[in-house]
């Protein structure tokens, strides 16, 4: 049985910066894929960045590019989410997600981290 547990999402103003961490556990962490989506209210969910399984490939959504920044720690079975400049419109729940398929969807999904960013 996967799991995957989000932390680190909260209040933060503009400019800030945050760190959300997922632990996964139920399989094989380092051959998966892994990666962030987040939904805002009203709004579709749209991919954020997704990280190759020992981590040498990263890939980003176009509007966090050169904000937020993707890594994982094959030994401790996490996977990060480094997120600088936040912006109000970067406010969203946050999914981990692993088996990823780039910029379009997962196998498996955590419960979601609440990040709020304000002006």
């Known amino acids: 049985q996967v799991q995957l547990v989000e932390s680190g999402g909260g209040l933060v103003q503009a400019g800030g910066t945050l760190r959300l961490s997922c632990a996964a556990s139920?399989?094989?962490?380092?051959?998966?894929?892994m990666g962030w989506f987040r939904q805002a209210p009203g709004k579709e969910r749209e991919f954020v960045a997704a990280?190759?399984?020992?981590?040498?490939?990263?890939y980003y959504g176009d509007s966090v590019k050169g904000r937020f920044t993707i890594s994982r720690d094959n030994a401790q079975n996490t996977v990060y989410l480094q997120m600088n400049s936040l912006k109000p419109e970067d406010t969203a729940v946050y999914y981990c997600?692993?088996?990823?398929?780039?910029?379009?969807?997962?196998?498996?999904w955590g419960q979601g981290t609440q990040v709020t960013v304000s002006l």
């Open positions: 990280i190759s399984s020992y981590g040498r490939n990263t």
């Open positions: 997600a692993l088996d990823v398929q780039v910029g379009v969807s997962a196998g498996y």
């Open positions: 139920g399989r094989t962490f380092r051959s998966s894929v």
